[in-house]
């Protein structure tokens, strides 16, 4: 089976296009190297799978025969991706922006000196923590 519709059939793409643009960009590694979407895969194959900033690693349990349901993936594809990837994603998701409330609206004059001070002051901590 092409790497292409593989990838496809067990649901980390939602069109066969897509997995052949992310081959055709690198996003895809077979075995570590980087791979056209012809490549045809094989049992026991690691396949690294770059999506939203963060390398997947999965592992060629058993290749379908068609698109699998999204319960049966774990029959063909064993996710080898380390947790800690996750979590220091989802870390630097929330560093980036201060976080209001929905409906808040724009922040007031004085909540916006308020966001300033507080920037201010945990940029004057790194520079005395350096």
Request: with cysteine.
């Amino acid at each position: 089976m092409r790497i292409d519709q593989y990838l496809w059939c067990v649901r980390y793409f939602k069109s066969r296009s897509q997995a052949s643009a992310a081959c055709k960009k690198g996003s895809i590694r077979v075995n570590d190297q980087t791979v056209k979407p012809s490549r045809i895969i094989y049992l026991a194959d690691t396949i690294q799978v770059r999506k939203n900033q963060v390398w997947h690693t999965l592992q060629i349990v058993a290749i379908p025969k068609s698109r699998v349901a999204a319960k049966l993936v774990p029959i063909y594809a064993k996710n080898l991706t380390p947790q800690d990837l996750f979590y220091n994603q989802e870390m630097q998701r929330l560093s980036k922006n201060p976080q209001r409330d929905p409906g808040a609206g724009r922040p007031t004059k004085k909540e916006r000196r308020e966001i300033d001070a507080i920037e201010e002051n945990g940029s004057e901590n790194k520079t005395k923590e350096s």
